[in-house]
C-alpha cells in the first residue's frame, strides 16, 4: 500500500511560479513512477506531467510543456511540480498518482494504482 499526500497548493497571479509537493510512503513507492494529474470544475481529471521510478524520464502534456518541471528526490521518496508562468486556466485541483509498475511513464489515470487527496491551485488573472 501507498500513500501520497500533496502540499503547496494555493492562490497566485497569472504569470507567477508555484510548487507542489507530494510526500509518498509505503513499500516499494521509489519503484513507482509518479504522476500529477489536475481536474478542474465541471471537467474530466487530466494528465499533466510523470516521472519514472529513476527520475531520469519525464513525460509533460503539451498543455504544460516548458512551463512546468516534474522531479524527485528518490531519498526523500517526494515529488516535486514546479509550475511557472501559470495561466488562469491551470487553476484546478492537482492530484499525486503512483504507477506501481514504474515503466513506461503512463500518462491515463486508470493506470496509475494509487491517489492522493489533491491540492488546489488558483490562478487568478
Known amino acids: 500500500q501507498v500513500q501520497l499526500v500533496e502540499s503547496g497548493g494555493g492562490l497566485v497571479q497569472a504569470g507567477g511560479s508555484l510548487r507542489v509537493s507530494c510526500a509518498a510512503s509505503?513499500?516499494?513507492?521509489?519503484?513507482?513512477?509518479l504522476g500529477w494529474f489536475r481536474q478542474a470544475p465541471g471537467r474530466e481529471r487530466e494528465f499533466v506531467a510523470a516521472?519514472?521510478?529513476?527520475?531520469?524520464?519525464?513525460e509533460y502534456a503539451a498543455s504544460v510543456k516548458g512551463r512546468y518541471t516534474i522531479s524527485r528526490d528518490n531519498a526523500k521518496n517526494t515529488v516535486y511540480l514546479q509550475m511557472n508562468s501559470l495561466k488562469p486556466e491551470d487553476t484546478a485541483v492537482y492530484y499525486c498518482?503512483?504507477?506501481?509498475?514504474?515503466?513506461?511513464?503512463?500518462?491515463?489515470?486508470?493506470?496509475?494504482?494509487?491517489w492522493g487527496q489533491g491540492t488546489q491551485v488558483i490562478v487568478s488573472s
Open positions: 509505503g513499500r516499494g513507492v521509489s519503484s513507482h513512477s
Open positions: 516521472v519514472s521510478w529513476s527520475g531520469q524520464n519525464t
Open positions: 498518482a503512483a504507477d506501481s509498475l514504474g515503466w513506461p511513464i503512463a500518462t491515463m489515470a486508470h493506470e496509475y494504482d494509487y
